[in-house]
């Protein structure tokens, strides 16, 4: 019996194995193809812009250099890393509904609560290098991954989980799926889901083009729907607004591909050959809880929507991210009572602001004259400084804040990537998958209390030349600062949000007096 089984080695499924592999956890993945590549997962049809968000999570797990390598995107930085606190642009900012937001006009210094440094705020992938960088990871950490393997029955009790797939029957404590927006489990353990059905159907191509020089580079509202013309040749997506009519069970023709670019496009333009087609739509659906009993969903298979704007991955490995650390503690048993729980609570709000977030981009396309005017209006407001500045606001994830309760305004939010004045960074202190406590304060007041939460908490003290206003943070393994103190940090308001992440201190001596004296701390150590 496995701690855990995972269905699906998309990005999602992968980087939950990562987490739960990094803890300790024995972990099988099941995945339906047979082999990891497709035409459809490497660039350009399985071009990404992965959000500083998703950024943030690769760089706290010493992951991002790899991506950016496999991703052959490492001038993201420059010819070299950045000094302290240089700040990075951006390959990539994205748009809305077509609408491209320029770059110079994000003001990036007003994103709430984050310091310059080496995460960029966007990185343009594909999902083949993703999952490439996880997979070599998740075989690092002794998770097990079998391809060819589809599942077709599911199972659960009070003390485990069977997936039955063929003769075979795999066991485990917990069931995770990550099988995309069609999930076997999501169906086979009776999750609900429930949504608004498409408006159109879209389609992403490579194909050989007689004419491709009359279609313009780029992204192209029209009347009829929106077309997409990449940079890289005969690779072309148009969004034909038939209500969803067309019938994804069979792959389109190129004669149909052709019809539907040409009513959309209003460009006579011929395909001479379909080397790889796919079609989707913008069908925006959520479950609406994300675990039932021992069985659980992230990613596509909690929520799905149109792929305007790109966040779908992103949304994904934000639920992986969040559910990985709670999971391992669960399964370890030191979990604080309800921990789980708030899986749901933290990321199903989450998933229905993207939901919206897609279906406000699907509204302002329409092929009508109201949404047409609504274009108008928006292509005007994202042309201002402020405007596309809250648009890639929404497109970075730093509009995401949890409601953990708490007055601080860094509670909730991800943790800026503080960097102490011996050059230390949280991103690095949090390769390990534990969580972190940074103390600013002079006296080192939390080092005997953290003590207690030896093994789930990593100490670090130090000065920074920029603390926002804080003496000290807690931050969950996620990277979400759980707690926040002032500049003379409380050391029992401290004690009860650890207890409260990471449950019952393991080591005698929360309130520090069993300790030493922590004066002989110098700035920037850190316990390992």
């Known amino acids: 019996m496995h701690d855990v089984v995972i ?72 010819a070299a890393a950045p000094e302290a606190g240089a700040p990075t642009r951006p390959r990539f900012v994205g748009h809305f509904a077509g609408m491209m937001l320029d770059g110079d006009q994000v003001d990036f210094a007003a994103l709430p609560f984050r310091l310059p440094g080496q995460v960029p705020e966007a990185v343009v992938t594909d999902l083949e290098a993703v999952e490439t960088v996880l997979s070599e990871r998740a075989s690092e950490l002794g998770v097990d991954i079998r391809r060819g393997v589809t599942v077709s029955a599911v199972s659960q009790n009070g003390e485990g989980v069977v997936a039955t797939a063929g003769a075979e029957a795999y066991e485990a404590r917990w069931l995770v799926g990550c099988d ?130 790109g966040q779908g991955m992103n949304t994904g490995i934000g639920d992986a991210a969040n559910l990985g650390w709670k999971l391992a503690a669960t399964v370890h048993g030191h979990a604080p009572d309800g921990l789980l729980d708030t899986y749901t609570d933290e990321r199903h709000p989450i998933g229905a602001a993207v939901l919206d977030w897609s279906r406000a981009q699907v509204a302002t396309m329409r092929p009508e004259p109201y949404a047409q005017a609504i274009q108008a209006v928006v292509r005007d407001l994202i042309g201002t400084r402020d405007g596309a500045t809250y648009v890639f606001g929404k497109l970075s994830g730093s509009w995401i804040r949890y409601d953990l309760g708490g007055e601080h305004p860094l509670v909730g939010r991800s943790a800026p990537d503080f960097r102490l004045e011996d050059g230390t960074r949280l991103g690095g202190l949090m390769a390990d998958g534990r969580g972190v406590v940074l103390d600013f304060s002079a006296d080192r007041r939390l080092y005997a209390p953290a003590a207690a939460w030896e093994g789930r908490i990593r100490y670090a003290a130090g000065t920074t030349g920029n ?33 409260r992440w990471f449950g019952t201190p393991a080591a005698v001596g929360a309130t520090g007096r069993a300790h030493p004296d922590p004066a002989p701390l110098h700035a920037g150590s850190a316990r390992p």
């Open 180 to 309: 995309g927006g069609r999930s076997t489990v999501r169906r086979l353990a009776g999750f609900e889901f429930v949504g608004t059905e498409p408006q159109f159907t879209g389609y992403t191509m490579q194909a050989t083009l007689a004419d491709a020089e009359q279609l313009r580079p780029g992204f192209h509202l029209t009347p009829a729907g929106m077309y997409l013309r990449m940079p890289a040749d005969g690779h072309i997506a148009v969004m034909d607004f038939d209500g969803g009519a067309f019938d994804r069970s069979r792959p389109p023709t190129r004669d149909h591909l052709q019809a539907v670019l040409r009513r959309v496009s209003g460009v006579d333009v011929t395909i001479g050959a379909v080397h790889v087609a796919s079609s989707f739509t913008d069908r925006a659906m959520q479950t609406t809880a994300y675990r039932r009993g021992r069985v659980l969903l992230a990613g596509d298979a909690a929520h799905i929507h149109s792929p305007l704007g």
């Open 7 to 78: 269905v699906g080695a998309g990005p999602v499924g992968l980087l939950l194995a990562c987490e739960l592999g990094l803890a300790g956890c024995s972990v099988l993945v099941l995945e339906r193809e047979s082999g990891p590549g497709s035409p459809l997962r490497s660039a350009p049809l399985g071009r990404r812009g992965l959000s500083a968000a998703s950024a943030e999570v690769f760089d706290r797990r010493g992951l991002l250099g790899p991506l950016l390598a496999a991703s052959g995107v490492q001038e993201v930085f420059g």
């Open 467 to 499: 603390d926002l206003g804080s003496g000290a943070v807690l931050v969950r393994p996620d990277g979400v600062v759980a707690w926040a103190g002032d500049r003379h940090p409380d050391r029992e308001a401290f004690e009860q949000a650890a207890g």
